[in-house]
């Protein structure tokens, strides 16, 4: 059986404000393999936050079992608490202090004995290729390398379980694409990453699963490949060299249609969630019929259409950012 780095069932959580009281977590139920990327998605107001305040001990459950790390968090919180580091969306350098002294820092409130706490920031600044620049201010350095050093000193401590929140906001395409491989690379040597991100294409890229979270309940989760299998649209396009083979191709099928536009002529697209079954039976009718496509590909919706057709709504800060990066 899989060691599971978080367990939980039945969270719950609610506030009371002038308006009465606000669900924020209705029951929900997660399981987090360890060396494992787990992504949770949602709108904002979702209770994404809440979820994630929770699980690093920073506010108590209303109710729900819950095991981080395997202590439970109720009882074993410190334990918790030695075991996980938490990277916010909102860096936590001090900006006047150099990236070394930032990772000594981190290393006396860990009471790492001295030379234990040197040598650990010399391997992370080595490891975030961040040695030239050691000796600077931090606020020197740019969005990337400000959120290298911020989770190099989250990883002072060697902890188990990671909390990423928004880990690449701000970012470029290339810095972003650089904390990516740091992520895959964490997960690689034994750590699990619990990532929040308002990137789409992010928990893409990185998640072995996801979970979608809407009014405080989980409505899916999966692999991206999974939960893009959910929306309709999907189909697979079969290229062919000739008007003739594609029409024998369509009578042979019985199912199917063309794109009108120039390029696309001798395309037929066929309706399908893109699964092995149905390509094996699709190939098979081909076979059967004596005909062969000169191309195939299988084309499912993205997580942005999960996102929209399973929520019911954009998220607002989710198309800002998708504007920002068209400009």
Do not use: C
């Amino acid at each position: 059986m899989t060691n599971l780095a978080i367990h939980a069932t039945g969270l719950r959580k609610s506030y009371r404000d002038k308006t009465g009281e606000k669900v924020v977590l209705d029951g929900i139920d997660l399981a987090v393999p360890e060396a494992t990327i787990f992504s949770l998605l949602g709108p904002n107001g979702a209770g994404k936050t809440t979820t994630v305040q929770i699980l690093s001990t920073l506010i108590t459950a209303d109710a729900g079992q819950v095991q981080v790390a395997g202590y439970d968090l109720g009882r074993e919180a410190d334990q918790v608490r030695g075991a996980i580091g938490v990277t916010g969306q909102y860096s936590a350098v001090d900006k006047l202090l150099t990236g070394e002294e930032n990772l000594l820092l981190m290393a006396d409130l860990k009471h790492l004995p001295r030379k234990a706490g040197r040598s650990k920031a010399a391997g992370l600044l080595e490891r975030f290729d961040l040695v030239d620049a050691a000796r600077k201010p931090a606020g020197t350095y740019s969005g990337g390398m400000q959120r290298r050093l911020d989770l190099a000193m989250t990883l002072v401590g060697d902890p188990r379980l990671i909390f990423l929140d928004e880990p690449t906001t701000g970012l470029d395409p290339r810095s972003r694409r650089a904390m990516w491989q740091i992520v895959r690379e964490l997960v690689a040597g034994g750590v699990t990453i619990f990532l929040t991100t308002q990137y789409l294409e992010e928990a893409d890229e990185l998640a072995d699963h996801i979970a979608l979270l809407d009014h405080g309940r989980l409505i899916a989760e999966g692999t991206a490949d999974e939960l893009k299998r959910l929306i309709p649209g999907g189909h697979v396009s079969l290229r062919f060299t000739d008007d003739d083979t594609l029409t024998s191709a369509l009578t042979a099928l019985g199912r199917g249609f063309t794109d009108p536009s120039d390029d696309d002529r001798l395309t037929l697209q066929i309706p399908s969630d893109g699964n092995v079954t149905a390509l094996r039976e699709l190939l098979a009718d081909l076979d059967s019929a004596g005909i062969e496509p000169a191309d195939l590909s299988v084309h499912t919706p993205d997580l942005d259409d999960v996102f929209l057709t399973l929520t019911g709504r954009p998220d607002d800060e989710q198309n800002d950012q998708k504007q920002e990066t068209a400009r």
